[in-house]
């Protein structure tokens, strides 16, 4: 029942505090002027990560007070906090990049104390195994890639916080199956907080969560799947199929702008969920399949996770066969929006 209360409270606590920045005449009433990567066109409140914040730290507290939680797990939530303030501060004065990648860095950092990195420090890829320095190296850099990649993806209404709120679920899904209780309520704390936001952020968006939000809930998703991977819950594969819309995307993105010799640090809006509402399907359509697309991936996951043997390995293949579709589905989509087809 306590994890019940946790859960309730934190999606209520959002709810409140989200509808509050929506009108709030005051100085956390960020707005967020659009630019040359942005979908919407007139500013909008971005200040909505603040109540997704504050109903994590209640709803945190009540499941911390409930359950046996390691106490090195503080580790985590002081990389949260760094990530969350510096984050905050971005919001509302704009902190210089590199500032902001230090930051990321020293929240990655936190995590090796709270045990949860070690986790990388043996990646088995099957065929062979990784030294332990360098899954070490690997799970920092993949900590601030998803800290970053959440933010980049957090650009279409409804899309970060349905994310979050499909995700985290399936996070504490793998955590009751598993009884790692604390995880799974924890988890599903996260996915409240995502849900009392959403009701005010599903297209047409009222507030974003801004950098604050966007930020600190990708290296959740990331420090959650080491936490979940170093206690059985599950392998990091079935994370990575969890956070596979946001993760693919953004990657895939990155790496074809680095191709044509892009300067990848400049603001864009050429992310597969940025042209599909470019080609004439509008936030509340592009957000919708976007859904399906993440219950088809955490089915896959959850297959992913329960499976063994050939069985087992069909799921990866079928990922990117589905990912080559969907990506060669965008481009067709483009072709008829120019040739004036609807």
Known sequence: MSAVFAVVVSALVAAWATRALVHAPHWLH????????????????????????AALGVGSAIVVAAFPVDAQLAWLALGAIVVASISFLDDRFEVHAGV???????????????????????LDLGAFTLPASVGMLTGIVAVVWMTNLYNFMDGMDGFAAGMTMMGFGAYALFGWYASEMAFAALSAVIAAAAAGFLLFN??????????????????????FALWGTSVGVFEWGTAVLVFSPFIVDATVTLLRRLLRGEKVWQAHKSHYYQRLVQAGWGHRRTVLAEYVLMFACIGMAT?????????????PGGAVLLYLALARGVVVQERRHAGGVR
């Open 100 to 122: 902001r990648l230090t930051c990321h860095i020293i929240a990655a950092l936190l995590l090796w104390p709270s045990g949860v990195l070690a986790a990388t420090a043996v």
């Open 30 to 53: 960020i707005l967020d002027v659009p630019n040359a990567r942005s979908l919407h066109s007139e500013p909008i409140p971005r200040s909505g990560g603040l109540a997704i914040v």
């Open 202 to 223: 599903f297209p047409p968006a009222r507030i974003f969560m801004g950098d604050t939000g966007s930020s600190t809930l990708g290296f959740l998703a990331a420090a």
């Open 303 to 315: 297959w992913f996770n329960l499976a063994s043997g050939p069985a087992r390995l069909l799921v």
